[in-house]
């Protein structure tokens, strides 16, 4: 019996139907290292990034398994569309975690603010008076070319440059 919501029933027809876009673009997708455009507007504008979101911005909360079962759809056709999909989807549930100052900042002007990441921790964190200053490079940060925000790794250091905290992400 299947004890799927409404919403995520929606959402999962929704996913099947870009199926046979999503494998004509499969290619192009794999050779440039980056989805289309076409594939990142068509996932915000078909809804399929609200399903994590939370309700206060427009979003379905859709439960857990409900979203592993749009990722794997989605991975029939293209499991470059899947993972970046899953990445993002992922943040938005993370992020819907954060207190609420945090949450409006993100999607109180814009409800459809993708997030990105690049966890391995690089580039150097130094403590300022009122956080950290970053600088560096992250590689592999699946989505980025479409991202509002970004979570990045990185390890703080103190004034001498050693290893002053342990691993933290920062969200820019």
Same mark, same amino acid.
């Given at each position: 019996m299947d004890r799927?919501?409404?919403m995520g029933t929606e959402l999962l027809e929704i996913a099947r139907a870009m199926l046979p876009t999503l494998r004509e673009r499969a290619a192009d997708a794999e050779r440039a290292?980056?989805?289309?455009?076409?594939?990142i507007s068509e996932l915000v504008s078909s809804g399929l990034f609200k399903a994590g979101l939370a309700a206060r911005y427009g979003?379905?909360?859709i439960p857990l398994d409900e979203l592993c079962d749009i990722i794997a759809t989605?991975?029939?056709a293209c499991a470059s569309t899947a993972w970046v999909y899953g990445v993002m989807s992922d943040h938005n549930i993370?992020?819907?975690?954060?207190e609420p100052r945090v949450q409006d @900042?993100?999607?109180?002007?814009?409800p459809e603010a993708l997030i990105s990441s690049c966890l391995m921790p690089s580039g150097r964190a130094v403590r300022v008076y009122d956080g950290f200053m970053l600088n560096g490079q992250w590689r592999f940060c699946s989505g980025c070319d479409y991202?509002?925000?970004?979570f990045v790794g990185s390890v703080p250091t103190n004034d001498a440059g050693g290893d002053? @905290?342990?691993?933290?992400l920062f969200l820019i």
């Open positions: 799927r919501s409404e290292t980056c989805l289309p455009a076409d594939t979003g379905y909360e989605l991975a029939e993370s992020v819907g975690m954060f @900042e993100i999607w109180g002007n814009n991202a509002d925000w970004i002053s @905290e342990p691993p933290r």
